[in-house]
Structure formats: C-alpha cells, structure tokens
C-alpha cells in the first residue's frame, strides 16, 4: 500500500511540473505577424495550439474514464464552451 501511495505522489508531483513549465513551452498563441491572417494562422494551429490540442484528448480521456453518460457529455459540453469563448 506504502509503495501505491509512493507511486501516486511521484505521478502527481511529475504533473505538477508538467503543467506548469509546458506552457511557456508550446506557444499556444500566434505570432504578431499571423494577427490579419486566419488562414496561416490555420494552418500553423498544430505547432502552436499544441497545448489546445493536448487539453482536447485530456478531456476525451476523462470523459473515457468516468465512461457512461459522460463519455459524450463532457465532450459535448467542452466544444459548447469553445463555441461560447469563440463567439465573444
């Protein structure tokens, strides 16, 4: 039990650190130049939205874990709110 209990702290410590240095490291906003053009902006989204990207399959993977009705609920939910925050 010790050596789980061990196991989880190192894992959550591991996703702390995660967290916090990847953002300054994926660069998930443009650059200045990209400002008036949506199309480049488009086409670089897999470069510098990675932590867009990464946030997206988290959430497909919780939603995979609680299973049931939040296997479609939470996903659904999540692009309402990127439409929501799309729209502003």
């Known amino acids: 039990m010790n050596h789980?209990?061990?196991s989880n702290r190192r894992l959550f410590w591991l996703?702390?650190?995660i967290t916090f240095f990847m953002p300054g490291v994926l660069l998930a906003h443009h650059a200045?130049?990209?400002r008036d053009k949506p199309f480049v902006q488009g086409l670089s989204m897999?470069?510098?939205g990675l932590d867009h990207i990464m946030v997206t399959l988290a959430v497909g993977l919780i939603a995979a874990q609680?299973?049931?009705y939040a296997l479609w609920a939470i996903?659904?939910?999540f692009s309402l709110m990127l439409l929501l925050?799309?729209?502003e």
């Open 66 to 68: 609680i299973g049931g």
């Open 46 to 48: 897999p470069i510098h």
């Open 85 to 87: 925050g799309g729209a």
């Open 75 to 77: 996903p659904a939910g």
């Open 32 to 34: 200045e130049w990209m």
């Open 4 to 6: 789980l209990l061990r």
């Open 15 to 17: 996703g702390f650190l």
